[in-house]
Nanobody, 124 residues
């Protein structure tokens, strides 16, 4: 089992930045892939960014060039740096992990472990 706890969300104005963190605990060695997802009210959960243990990184087109996913294995922490935030980035952001290897931005159903989420609100 892997436990994930997100932090770093908040309210910012358009153009601002946030860095989300996801602290992992438990059997973290099984987390081959880690990803960030988001879900806005009335919308389906969508992938934002993901990384695997080989260092591969994958981004949704909507955040490409504005966001950076990274992991600190020594701290068992996953990060998402988001810059130039837009009102459409407003959503609950979730961290996810899975033991399987993905070389792409996998879909939500392909991840088994999830955090509780952290809210990001961007005002215009």
């Amino acid at each position: 089992q892997v436990q994930l706890v997100e932090s770093g969300g908040g309210s910012v104005q358009a153009g601002g930045s946030l860095r989300l963190s996801c602290a992992a605990s438990g059997s973290t060695y099984i987390a081959s892939c880690l990803g960030w997802f988001r879900q806005a009210p009335g919308k389906e959960r969508e992938g934002v960014a993901a990384t695997n243990s080989f260092g591969g990184t994958y981004y949704a087109d909507s955040v490409k060039g504005r966001s950076t996913i990274s992991r600190d294995n020594a701290k068992n922490t996953l990060y998402l740096q988001m810059n130039s935030l837009k009102p459409e980035d407003t959503a609950m952001y979730y961290c996810a992990a899975d033991r399987r290897w993905y070389w792409r931005l996998a879909a939500p159903h392909e991840y088994n472990y999830w955090g509780q989420g952290t809210q990001v609100t961007v005002s215009s």
